[in-house]
């Protein structure tokens, strides 16, 4: 494909339907808008322009594939989503590697087989393939009940059955499936914390940090990075925490470097991968990759797998990978319990109105009058009524 100018790429980008904000978005990138450019053509899509968003999108996914890349049988690709064969990022991301891995002997029916062309994976099917997998492991639930919970979604995810399934099903079918084999949670499932004695301080332990030859200085040991506290010495407010977080720690330092896996890493993460990863390393400490899957509907594992190998590329091996989807529980009962000590409420307020509230004017400009939210003092028990609605899908998005 001839080079095209930037006023030739933003005409042909408007006309199948990208928005002037995205446009602008795309061209700062020069790999990226010639093969978004190359994908569009490639796709016969033009007679039928303006394309529908998720058509848009799904071409522009490609193109952050591709980063100027010219991969031989790319048409079938393009042509794949203008038919509405490819509508997923994980189906087009498939679609990629198999024309990338087959240049001269491209087989249409290997490559919808590869990118799950026509595959349709209902919610009663997701529902027998997860019932099937707990079943397999149900003495183990049973003995451990629901300490297991947070690794099963992990390992529902990488069920080969599951691979085309929406992500979005996983986690409701596993609580109902849990609470269906071992009831509800009771105190068999209450953590116990035992408060303990503060040890006594040994003076002989100030004498050996005397002794400490200093370590090379170095962006660990200076600035911001320099004045954080020792591990153990965090400020916080309830002694069992943070005597339960010591005996976890045991001196050394954690750190954690937390994703959202719903799209590529860019050059600013590489800073929060070196920090993180880095301060835990110096300090012969441990840090953690914690994917922050809240986002299921967005999230596709071509991201999993990217960041994993970013982190690697950059010389960091995580201690381990975790999901913020694993506490989904936790985050639950932590707040109905701010809902039902008052500090939390649910509220109905439109964006307009929650401007309003916090002094923005009708123009647009700040300085107006602010006032409470008119859903702030109603009832605890109204607001756990709103909030378990949410929880159980009553408001659809």
Known sequence: MSSMSEEQLCQLFSQVGFEDKKIKEIIKNNKVSTSLALVIQASDALDSAPLDKSETALLHHLATLLKGKEVEGIDHVSKGIHSKKLTSNL?????????????????????????????????????????????????????????????????????????????????????????????????????KKEKKKKPVKDSRVDDKKKNVVEKARNMFTEGFLGDLHKPGEEPQKWDDTIQAHREFIKGKVYTRFPPEPNGFLHIGHSKAIMVNF???????????????????????????????????????????????????????????????????????STAEEVKAQRGVKPDGTPGGERFPSPWRDRSVEENLTEFRKMRDGFYKP
Not at 137 to 161: F, H, S
Not at 335 to 340: D, G, M, N, R
């Open 91 to 191: 189906q087009v991301s498939e679609a990629l590697k198999y024309v990338e891995s087959h240049p001269n002997n491209f087989n249409n029916e290997e490559f919808e087989k590869a990118s799950g062309v026509g595959i349709q994976v209902t919610e009663d099917e997701v529902k027998k393939i997860i019932t099937d997998y707990l079943n397999t492991i149900k003495d183990e639930i049973e003995n451990n009940r629901y300490k297991m919970v947070p690794a099963l979604l992990a390992n529902v995810r990488q069920l080969p059955q599951l691979k085309w399934a929406s992500p979005a099903l996983f986690k409701p079918i596993i609580d109902a499936q849990i609470l269906a084999m071992i009831g509800p949670k009771d105190e068999r499932d209450v953590v």
């Open 278 to 348: 880095g301060y835990a390393k110096y300090h012969d400490g441990k840090c953690y990759l914690r994917y922050d899957d809240t986002n299921p509907e967005a999230e596709e594992q071509v991201y999993f797998d990217s960041i994993l190998r970013c982190v690697k590329w950059l010389g960091f091996e995580p201690w381990k990978i975790t999901y913020s989807s694993d506490y989904f529980d936790q985050l639950y009962e932590l707040a109905e319990k701010l809902i039902k000590s008052g500090y939390a409420y649910v509220d109905h």
